[in-house]
């Protein structure tokens, strides 16, 4: 869910905006793409303190502050780690970020739903309308696990950019003209997600699922 802004909220970001402003003179807290900035950090500030957000920073930028791409992912992942850690409420003496950074652990395992991305892109070819809430979630095609479906909603986002009709066969046309339909499995495919649901009615929940399997993902991988 998007956090809607208020004055405590602004009042964070601004400082948030000064300590990065030390870090990255010239750029200060527009490392941080837009989407980030409307979503994700509303929703940090809403679950963490003030404190630990600005000592996770620190900490990030200390381990890859030469790269603010890095650094940004190494920050989400303290972060991502901090509101689990206070969830799950293990017996530790360490603080909610020492707990967090400490396990920032690699993992071999796929983190993915490729139940859950299929059955979100089936949703969003059977009903376009819930399209604007699957991209404020889910920014970039990286959400995404499986190659072929990053490509499929590449597609998908980039008619909805366009205020273009969406349904299977236009997918299809513009699969077709970049040349990437064979590699998403043709038409076999596109039947198969539409298939995957009935409806859009859990569009949300999907959206919800995937968007939770590529936060770990970014999580698990931040510093590997």
């Known amino acids: 869910m998007v956090q809607e802004p208020n004055a405590v909220n602004e ?6 905006s000064s300590l990065l402003e030390t870090f990255y003179p010239d750029k200060g807290i527009d490392i941080m793409p837009a989407n980030f900035q409307r979503v994700t950090l509303p929703h940090f500030l809403a679950k963490l303190e003030m404190d630990e957000i600005t000592e996770a920073l620190h900490i ?6 030469e790269n603010p791409d890095n650094m940004l992912k190494y920050f989400c992942g303290i972060c991502w780690n901090i509101i689990r850690q206070k969830r799950e409420r293990p017996t530790t003496k360490a603080t909610p970020v020492e707990y967090a950074t400490e396990h920032l652990q690699p993992t071999t395992k796929p983190i993915e739903d490729l139940k859950a991305e299929a059955a979100l892109l089936g949703s969003m070819m059977i009903d376009p309308a819930c399209i604007g809430l699957v991209v404020t979630h889910l920014p970039r095609t990286e959400a995404f696990y499986w190659v072929q479906n990053r490509i499929i909603y590449e597609a998908i986002a980039m008619l909805y950019h366009r205020s273009a009709e969406i349904d299977a066969v236009l997918i299809r046309d513009v699969l077709e ?9 043709g038409v076999d495919y596109l039947a198969k997600l ?31």
């Open 177 to 185: 003209k970049d040349g990437t339909l064979d590699e998403v499995g």
């Open 194 to 224: 539409l298939d995957s649901v009935p409806s859009s009615a859990n569009a949300e929940s999907y959206v919800k699922l995937v968007q939770d399997k590529w936060l770990a993902r970014i999580s698990h991988s931040v510093g590997f």
């Open 60 to 65: 990030a930028f200390s381990k890859c502050g």
């Open 11 to 16: 009042k964070k970001i601004k400082e948030i």
